[in-house]
């Protein structure tokens, strides 16, 4: 799959320090988790403040369940789609299991943030493989010289009769929390949600609202 880029139309424009910042966002969990859409919402909301973007989205075969991955570069004129080994500033990991397959990219003495949401493999459903307990996965993250911020999926609110959508809930996360805030404006990222879901604007601002307060582990 080729990477899909977004660049500002003129980069003579954008301040000279903007052009040298470098940000790089890995990406995992499993279908139907709204993954790719934090992505595409953190793209535009850096392309409004001119940082040029690239975004590597990776599915699985399954719609949902099925290994979701994506990466993102910010503030670089000339990039690969791919993110190196330890070279991620941020990891957001929305499944417990799927999150080992991210440990190797953090970049050392930087953040790994995972919302604990369980999807069993099939093949540990068959019972042919364990789970992974999160003490394990945070182990993992923490040999590899990365701080673990962990989000409890139980600390999703409720928004009147509905619960409130997980991949908004992390992102308010990611941008409270870790180095994500230092590189995005919060205003922008509402106005973007407002205009993508008009209808249910209230609760998905709701959602980042309650990720912004929300209680974050830390180790």
């Keep these: 799959m080729k990477p899909t880029t977004y660049m500002t139309q003129s980069t003579s424009r ?11 966002v890995f990406l995992v969990g499993v279908g139907g988790q709204g993954l790719l859409t934090i992505g595409d919402i953190i793209i535009e909301a850096a392309l409004r403040k ?4 690239s975004f590597y989205p990776t599915k699985g075969m399954a719609q949902r369940g099925g290994f979701v991955k994506a990466q993102i570069r910010l503030g670089r004129q000339v990039v690969g789609p791919n993110i190196p080994e330890r070279g991620a500033d941020l990891v957001i990991a929305m499944e417990i299991s799927e999150a080992l397959k991210a440990v190797r990219f953090v970049k050392p003495g930087k953040d790994f943030l ?13 019972g042919k ?7 394990q996965v945070c182990e993992q993250v923490r040999a590899a010289g990365a701080k673990v911020h ?3 999926p139980e600390g999703l609110p409720p928004y009147e009769d509905t619960s409130v959508p997980a991949n908004m809930f992390v992102l308010g996360a990611a941008i409270a929390h870790v180095g994500l805030g230092e590189v995005l404006d919060f ?10 879901w008009m209808r249910d604007a209230e609760r998905n601002i709701f959602a980042l609202q309650s990720g ?3 209680n974050v582990e830390r180790s």
């Design 129 to 135: 493989a364990s789970y992974p307990s999160l003490e």
């Design 14 to 24: 954008i301040p000279h320090d903007i052009l040298l910042f470098e940000y790089d």
């Design 114 to 126: 995972l919302f604990g949401h369980v999807w069993p493999p099939t093949a540990v459903m068959l």
């Design 150 to 152: 962990y989000l409890d």
């Design 212 to 214: 912004l307060e929300a």
């Design 50 to 53: 001119e940082i040029a973007a």
């Design 187 to 196: 205003s922008d990222v509402v106005h973007i949600v407002q205009t993508r």
